[in-house]
């Protein structure tokens, strides 16, 4: 097993290798044929792009620092370079957004020609790109907030290859200058859109934030539902990293409940409903437990 979990590691580490190689050599194509052209919307594509290849090579970086193991220094290991990561990706999505959207305003005002043929040609070959890099990367995105941050880069960017295909066939077709910033609006409005929403767990997970499952209360009525458990209090939940579920708590025992047995059992009870496997419990004498006890804190 944990040969084949090595296997998947490195085969992953390929798979994003590629996707950062053929990421660049597409973004030097869109901002040479966007200067030619004079397309704004296939310049932003580029800068996109680009985007996609350094959260890339943020999100490879950030796999392999994640599996250094726990040392003094980081005691609870580096699994969370991965969430930092995301947040940096996330960040950069919502940057390149507005910037997006203050160059499209400027071409609003000053419209420019715009070669539509090209536009059209190199954006066709980007949507084929991007389509190919979000397939390399798209099974890892699913159990991976980091690689989930790239991977809405290049969905993005797909997105945006077909709307620039769009706005280079109506500037053909009817030589709508306009179409091109609006349709820079549209890509910028999307992928602000995506970015909003994933890094809020990021966020989330960086600031000890309890998970969204399970609950904090169906954790404490969980544990005070066990016989041999009189309250809970002191409680902390919060993820250790993005699939590491960690509890804290002082635990008031009833009378004549053993303190070893029933740690074990509430340990055990954690570790089969929740999978919550990080678990410190302070275990309290009935007669003998802190003074006005909350149930967060402490």
Not at 40 to 64: E, G, M, P, Q
Not at 97 to 123: C, F, K, M, S, T
Not at 148 to 163: E, I, K, P, T, Y
Request: charged share 15%; with cysteine; aromatic share 6%.
């Amino acid at each position: 097993m944990p040969h084949d979990h090595h296997s998947a590691q490195l085969d992953g580490d390929r798979r994003v290798a590629w996707a950062v190689a053929v990421n660049i050599a597409l973004t030097l194509v869109q901002i040479v044929a966007g200067v030619i052209s004079g397309s704004l919307a296939l310049i932003a594509d580029a800068i996109h792009n680009l985007s996609d290849a350094l959260s890339l090579v943020i999100a490879f970086a950030a796999r392999r620092i994640a599996r250094r193991p726990p040392d003094k220094s980081m005691t609870f290991g580096y699994g969370r370079a991965e969430v930092v990561a995301a947040l940096i990706n996330y960040t950069t999505l919502i940057v390149i957004a507005l910037y997006l959207v203050a160059e499209a305003v400027q071409r609003l005002v000053n419209p420019v020609g715009v070669d539509g043929w090209i536009v059209v040609i190199v954006a066709g070959v980007a949507l084929v790109i991007d389509t190919v890099t979000a397939w390399l990367i798209h099974s890892m995105s699913r159990d991976s907030m980091n690689i989930r941050a790239a991977f809405l880069h290049n969905l993005a960017d797909a997105m945006g290859s077909v709307a620039v295909i769009v706005g280079g066939t109506l500037i053909l077709l009817y030589d709508w200058r306009l179409v091109d910033p609006l349709v820079s609006v549209g890509i910028a409005g999307y992928i602000l859109w995506h970015a909003l929403r994933g890094i809020r767990p990021a966020i989330k997970v960086l600031m000890l934030g309890s998970p969204d499952t399970p609950s904090l209360d169906q954790v404490t009525e969980t544990l005070c539902a066990l016989e041999g458990v009189r309250g809970v209090h002191a409680v902390h939940l919060w993820r250790m990293q993005e699939h590491e579920i960690a509890f804290q708590a002082h635990v008031v025992m009833a009378p004549g409940a053993d303190a070893l047995a029933l740690r074990a059992r509430i340990k055990a009870t954690l570790s089969d409903h929740y999978g919550i496997s990080h678990t410190t419990i302070e275990m309290e004498p009935p007669d003998n437990h802190c003074d006005d006890p909350g149930l967060l804190g402490g």
